[in-house]
């Protein structure tokens, strides 16, 4: 029965987080704890194989609209890529109460950013390749080492970084997806290593994320608006950072 709610949560969090191409480490991760997994030996590890799953299952409907911009993506990507088993890594040498700190702050600052740039109209120009590149470089290291660490994809520091550069809202959504994708199956592959696994639990939660993770892919590619998406996203990280915060302080 337990595997059923779990199952559930995890099946509406795959739908929501598949539109800004996310995955849903930050709803996964506190679900898996409040249903009394270990956090670093389970919670993480199978948040950032959900993650990998979730936005890679989301490319499918954004590829087919031509919305990833993959060469402005990939130096992002492959920072990420080999950064997100750095910090997966150094998490087993951090306190749980402080990556549950540190996960709600995350949260909280990205629930913050989102909400401003609801407020703001789609960009009409993007920045240069070459800009793009560098910039993305630099944040995909960061944002790999972070996610590996916490449990994320990086995809809620990458999703208001893109946009800063001038994509619209369903281009970041794709592109970030791209990008996570790299880094939350590169940062699951550390976690792997150190021998962390759940058969049971990872074959329920990744049948719901399969679904999940494709109506909601669907849904942002055709239907939802920008700033509606961007407004309900916000809502739902600050939701998650004020349990979090209450429960670790």
Known sequence: ML???????????????????LGGGMVYVPVLKWAGFPVKEVAIPLGLLLNGLNTLLALIPYARRKLVDWKGGL???AAAFVFAPV???????VPVRT????????????????????????????????????????????????????????????????MWMGYRTKQAAATTAFVVTFSSFSGYLGHVAEGHFNWPLTIVVVMAVILGSQLGGNFMSTRA????????????????????????L
């Open 3 to 21: 595997y059923i709610i779990v199952a559930a949560i995890i099946f509406l969090a795959s739908f929501l987080f598949a539109m800004l191409g």
């Open 75 to 77: 130096a992002m990507a």
């Open 87 to 93: 910090g997966a890594y150094t998490a087993q040498f």
């Open 99 to 162: 990556l549950l700190i540190l996960f709600a702050i995350a949260v909280l600052l990205a629930a913050v950013r989102m909400t401003i740039f609801s407020r703001q109209p789609e960009p009409d120009e993007m920045m240069s390749l070459k800009k793009r590149s560098f910039i993305g470089g630099s944040v995909g290291a960061f944002a790999g080492f972070m996610g590996g660490m916490l449990g994320l994809g990086g995809g809620f520091i990458i999703a208001p970084i893109l």
């Open 225 to 248: 608006k920008p700033k509606w998406v961007k407004q309900l996203y916000a809502l739902v990280l600050f939701a998650i950072a004020v349990k979090l915060l209450a429960g670790v």
